[in-house]
């Protein structure tokens, strides 16, 4: 073998390698919860902790006609570049049948994320926007949302330090409003959270006091990504670049 050939087995072996030392955006733990409970009838829940695409449901039947019901499809993804998004809504509802008793439901649709962006990424910049929409007040269910974006610790974020709620918010009855926040965030462990409820927040049950009462919350087309700035220099970049430059000169002789 001579030493063009050699050089170029090296820098195969080298580049083939060297991804593997790359640094990503890796994601420490994921909870995928849905949770239902209507009088009269059986709780039925479903959880899931992995990334990627993933549709759960679960649905509660009352023996005096109530309904519960919660169900999100999303897709999440880490590495050179965090991706989250909602294929279809996050969302819980309820509702109680005409001329039957009250009721009381729970319904919850829960989203948590938590990952870190490591020392060798350096900065990386964030969008976090969607919608959420609440139909009904407290006769229906109390319906609410409730979404969180918080560095994990003392984070500087945007040469703020915060160590907790980045954007956060409860809805009002019968409204659909933006949420957008975008940004930089600096290494460190961030948790996002988006919550769905029937019943005050996820605290108690929700009633439904009027017959035919309906409610529902949902989280719409949400969307987070996190971007690294540049892209992230690996272990073996100047020695490839010292073979290329080795070989090039090696090919004039």
Known sequence: MNKTRLSLCILCIL???SSSFAAMI??????????THVTGGTWDSNSISSAGAQNIAATSDGVDSGL????????????ATLD?????DIVVQGSRGFGFAPVNVVAESLVDVTFTIPAEVGAAAFMFDGFYTVIGDQSDGTPSVAWNLAAMGQTTIGGVVLGGTLSSGEATSGTSEQIEASGLL???TYNMRLEANMGNNGV????FTTTGAFGAAAFQDMR???????PVPEPSSALLLGLGVSLVIRRRR
């Open 186 to 188: 600096w290494p460190g």
């Open 15 to 17: 580049s083939s390698s």
């Open 84 to 88: 989250f998004f909602i294929e279809e």
């Open 224 to 230: 987070l990504t996190v971007t690294p700035l540049s």
């Open 204 to 207: 108690g049950t929700g009633s």
């Open 68 to 79: 519960a019901s919660a169900r999100q499809n999303s897709f999440l993804s880490g590495g």
């Open 26 to 35: 890796t994601i420490d733990s994921v909870t995928r919860t849905v949770t």
